[in-house]
């Protein structure tokens, strides 16, 4: 049986579909995967052992259909799409841009979400097998139910505690480079992502500099600052000088060496975020802190991930997402929460 998985963007909501790809890679009925992603995310897909043939392209275009070269780039790789034959593909993403790569791509069955959950109600005119998810469950086992109720497999669920990334010599050379730096020779050696796409998803910086505070204070600990944008990394070197004995930050770095990088560290530290997403795939600890979405949905699964959730003082009831998340003036369900309560609450955790 060969798969085609269509999941374009974006990074964190891709990374939460591998726990599905795993399972479809460890189907003995299962010879070829294949992925349709968007070019932004080559460094990842082409890293992932699971993963046989990526098909990608810069979905952006679409968002400008209109022109003339972008109707054709688009025609050009729907068509090389087109050389392959699947028995099934998955719409994982649930929108109108996966509808478009899975009506236009060969296979006899085409799985997607129902009408009631997909993302853009359209998506379902091109799929052939819909399927309801539990919206309450975690993210990524929603993706995986999708797969497996399409197998009608009603086994226990087995989920692998990492997911293995491809390093070139060079990325090797890179990620020992960085881990070997004097300055994180300690006891626990933490990977700080302090950024998300998103402002109210952000402790202020205050808080994260006396939470980190708190535990220079207590523990042996060193400090790894990774970023992404240009505010991150702002936050990230005003951080690092004031644990300059103690904490490094790094150039902008590619997901292969980041998830290297995170197998070298006792801990990730991360807002909800890609960089929480991506430690769900590797052999490490991971704190997740969350305000304007739900912890249980989207942090990473298992005992040796924690999350704090903050609460939202207008009383505003969601399943994933708040709905005023982006035009929320205060944040406040993030802003306003206590680093002394961080810090208790991954204490607590540590010592067990």
């Keep these: 049986?060969?798969?085609?998985?269509?999941?374009?963007?974006?990074?964190?909501?891709?990374?939460?579909?591998?726990?599905?790809?795993?399972?479809?890679?460890?189907?003995?009925d299962v010879l070829g995967i294949d992925w349709a992603i968007d070019e932004s995310y080559r460094d990842l897909i082409n890293s992932l052992e699971i993963i046989d043939n990526a098909h990608i392209f810069n979905f952006k275009k679409l968002k400008r259909i209109y022109k003339l070269k972008n109707i054709i780039d688009f025609f050009k790789f729907i068509k090389k799409l087109r050389k392959n034959k699947y028995d099934v593909v998955f719409d994982l993403q649930g929108n109108i841009k996966s509808a478009l790569v899975t009506f236009l791509s060969k296979a006899k069955d085409k799985v997607g979400f129902s009408k009631k959950h997909a993302r853009e109600k359209l998506n379902v005119l091109s799929t052939n097998i819909h399927f309801d998810v539990k919206k309450d469950i975690n993210i990524r086992?929603?993706?995986?139910?999708?797969?497996?109720?399409?197998?009608?497999?009603?086994?226990?669920?087995?989920?692998?505690?990492?997911?293995?990334?491809?390093?070139?010599?060079?990325e090797k050379n890179k990620v020992d480079s960085i881990s070997n730096n004097k300055k994180l020779n300690s006891d626990l050696k933490i990977m700080i992502c302090p950024g998300s796409r998103w402002e109210n998803k952000m402790l202020s910086l205050n808080t994260l500099k006396h939470f980190l505070n708190l535990l220079n204070e207590n523990l042996n600990v060193s400090f790894l600052f990774v970023w992404g944008s240009e505010i991150e990394k702002q936050i990230s070197s005003n951080l690092n000088k004031i644990f300059i004995n103690n904490s490094i930050i790094i150039d902008?770095?590619?997901?292969?060496?980041?998830?290297?990088?995170?197998?070298?560290?006792?801990?990730?530290?991360?807002?909800?975020?890609?960089?929480?997403?991506?430690?769900?795939?590797?052999?490490?600890?991971?704190?997740?802190?969350?305000?304007?979405?739900?912890?249980?949905?989207?942090?990473?699964?298992?005992?040796?991930?924690?999350?704090?959730?903050?609460?939202?003082?207008?009383?505003?009831?969601?399943?994933?997402?708040?709905?005023?998340?982006?035009?929320?003036?205060?944040?406040?369900?993030?802003?306003?929460?206590?680093?002394?309560?961080?810090?208790?609450?991954?204490?607590?955790?540590?010592?067990?």
């Design 252 to 352: 902008k770095i590619n997901i292969p060496i980041w998830h290297g990088l995170m197998n070298k560290m006792d801990l990730v530290v991360a807002m909800d975020s890609a960089s929480l997403h991506l430690s769900s795939i590797a052999d490490v600890k991971s704190y997740g802190i969350f305000g304007p979405t739900l912890a249980n949905v989207l942090k990473p699964i298992g005992s040796d991930h924690l999350a704090y959730q903050g609460i939202c003082p207008y009383n505003y009831k969601f399943q994933q997402f708040c709905p005023i998340l982006r035009s929320c003036n205060t944040g406040a369900c993030i802003k306003q929460i206590k680093y002394r309560d961080l810090y208790n609450n991954l204490i607590n955790f540590l010592k067990k």
């Design 141 to 170: 086992l929603q993706y995986l139910s999708i797969v497996k109720r399409y197998f009608k497999d009603i086994s226990a669920i087995k989920l692998s505690k990492s997911i293995n990334l491809k390093l070139n010599e060079i």
């Design 1 to 28: 049986m060969k798969v085609l998985i269509v999941k374009a963007s974006s990074l964190g909501d891709i990374i939460q579909t591998l726990v599905a790809v795993d399972y479809l890679k460890n189907r003995k």
